[in-house]
């Protein structure tokens, strides 16, 4: 866990650098525990090949970090509802007796994400204390002032919904979480950012890995070009850049110029385990080769499949 000053410590737990695709997040303060989208999920299907076991095993234990965390948090937030943010079906009881903090559920959603949060509430029934939605307001726990964007597109465009930004201040300290903004390629995605001028921001990068496909390569040259925009004026003293980025094996080679900015400025730029001191492990990016390296046989195959069928990103 980090100390970032004598207040706020902030816990990565589960991110695609890590193995998983997830951006599982639990912030300290003298105030109140914060879990920022508990889950985490796989890609189901990565070069025509389903999750190799490898990445079933690294799954399980991080699912027993969420919970071991989710159980000492006070707040719990979700910024959206696609299940590698959130799980509607299992580890229900983590939200027992937690203030809820959730994106709104009927506005500003696409019907996807509709019918997701619809289910999710109703799986919810009593256990949270409270649910607020959150979308543009303020939440104050002591001294610690819990802040969200408005809903700012899930990417490029709003096809996959929106999603929430988060800011933790404890008066002394700001950390931001962007959720999925795919590496920030509008200019709504950096309103909120560079308003609050956080120490430490947490962002989901470009989706590189499908470059060419569902993410154009002006798509990333405008993402590059924000990120940059967001060093000039914020300088955080830290970048912490992952999720849909470290599905890329090059993922570093695509933001060279983020990197280089960021040694101007003064702002270390790097993933969350590198951040967290951890070896950077790319399981799903690197998947092929997992298969050729460790081949898996039918039956077993089958017996992992069944258990990560309730943890796979749709």
Do not use: C
């Not at 933790?168 to 962007?178: A, I, P, Q, S």
């Amino acid at each position: 866990m980090f100390k970032n000053n004598t207040y706020m410590k902030i816990k990565f737990i589960s991110f695609d650098s890590m193995g998983t695709r997830s951006m599982a997040t639990f912030v300290e303060t003298n105030d109140v525990n914060i879990f920022i989208d508990p889950g985490a999920a796989l890609g189901p299907f990565r070069y025509g090949l389903p999750p190799h076991p490898l990445e079933i095993e690294k799954l399980k234990q991080d699912w027993e970090n969420i919970v071991h965390y989710a159980n000492n948090s006070d707040v719990m937030i979700i910024t959206h509802y696609h299940y590698d943010h959130h799980n509607p079906k299992i580890y229900l009881d983590i939200y027992n007796g937690k203030d809820l903090l959730i994106k709104h559920p009927s506005q500003k959603i696409n019907r996807s994400q509709f019918i997701r949060a619809s289910f999710f509430i109703k799986q919810l029934g009593t256990r949270p204390k409270s649910i607020n939605y959150a979308d543009g307001k303020e939440f104050v726990y002591g001294k610690t002032l819990i802040r969200f964007s408005q809903p700012v597109a899930h990417g490029v465009n709003d096809k996959l919904g929106y999603v929430i930004e988060v800011l933790v201040d404890d008066g002394d300290y700001k950390f931001l979480f962007t959720s999925d903004i795919e590496g920030a390629p509008l200019l709504s995605h950096i309103t909120f950012i560079i308003e609050t001028r956080p120490n430490i921001i947490v962002m989901d990068g470009p989706m590189t890995y499908m470059l060419g496909n569902k993410f154009a390569e002006h798509d990333l040259i405008s993402s590059i070009n924000n990120i940059i925009q967001i060093l000039d004026k914020v300088k955080p003293e830290a970048l912490i850049i992952d999720h849909h980025l470290l599905r890329d094996l090059q993922w570093n080679n695509r933001i060279q110029k983020v990197i280089d900015k960021g040694n101007n400025v003064g702002t270390r730029v790097l993933s969350a385990a590198e951040y967290s001191g951890q070896k950077i492990n790319l399981l799903e990016a690197q998947r092929k080769e997992l298969y050729k390296l460790k081949p898996v046989a039918t039956e077993s195959l089958k017996r992992f499949t069944v258990f990560s069928e309730n943890f796979v990103e749709e």
